[in-house]
C-alpha cells in the first residue's frame, strides 16, 4: 500500500479499530496507538505519518502531549484532535501545540477527513447560543486550570478547593450538552 500514512491515538480500541478500518478503506497506511509511548516508539521505528488523529483524554495521559510529540517530529504533520470533553482552553492549547483541527466527539472519517484538507477558518460557521449552564460553566474553569498545571490532577483539585478524588470523578463523567 502506497497511501498516505496516518496515525491514530486512542484508547478506546473499538473506536480506534472503527477508525483504522475507515481509513484504509480510503488508501490511508494506519498505525494505532493508545498513548504517548507507544506513538514515540512509532515515530523512532521510522514511521513517520503525514496525518494523525489524536483523542484528548487518554488513559495514560493528555493527548495534548502526543500533539506535541507529533508536531516536533515533523511540523507538517496534519493533526486533529477528537475529543467528548471540549472546552475552550483545550481547543487553543491543541492549536498552540501544532493541531491543524478540534473535533468534539462523535466524529466520523467524513468529518476528520474533511479536517484533514482544510487551511483557512470559516466564517460563515453559525454562532449558535452558547450554553452557559453551571455545568458547562464548570467544566470550562476544569480544564482551563487542568491546562495551567500540565494536567496535573493533585494541583488542579488544590487551585479549585476541592478534593482531589471529587474532581477525578467529575473528569469521568462526560459533559451533557
Avoid at 7 to 19: C, K
Avoid at 114 to 141: H, I, Q, Y
Wanted: glycine share 8%.
Amino acid at each position: 500500500m502506497s497511501g498516505p500514512q496516518l496515525a491514530i491515538v486512542e484508547d478506546d480500541p473499538a473506536f480506534s479499530e472503527t477508525l483504522a478500518r475507515s481509513f484504509q478503506k480510503r488508501g490511508y497506511q494506519v498505525r494505532t496507538c493508545t498513548g504517548l509511548d507507544e506513538l514515540q516508539a512509532l515515530l523512532r521505528d521510522g514511521f513517520g505519518p503525514a496525518y494523525a488523529v489524536v483523542d484528548l483524554k487518554l488513559v495514560g495521559g493528555s493527548g495534548l502531549e502526543c500533539v506535541k510529540a507529533l508536531n516536533e517530529h515533523d511540523p507538517e504533520t496534519r493533526i486533529v484532535v477528537l475529543t467528548g470533553f471540549a472546552s475552550i482552553a483545550t481547543a487553543v492549547e491543541a492549536i498552540k501545540l501544532g493541531a491543524c483541527h478540534y473535533l468534539a466527539k462523535p466524529s466520523n472519517a467524513d468529518d476528520i477527513e474533511a479536517a484533514f484538507g482544510r487551511t483557512d477558518g470559516d466564517p460563515n460557521v453559525p454562532l449558535g447560543a452558547r450554553p452557559t449552564s453551571l455545568k458547562n460553566l464548570e467544566w470550562e474553569r476544569i480544564h482551563e486550570t487542568l491546562v495551567d498545571t500540565g494536567f496535573n490532577i493533585s494541583e488542579t483539585a488544590r487551585r479549585l478547593g476541592m478534593h482531589r478524588r471529587t474532581l477525578a470523578r467529575k473528569l469521568e463523567k462526560r459533559r451533557v450538552t
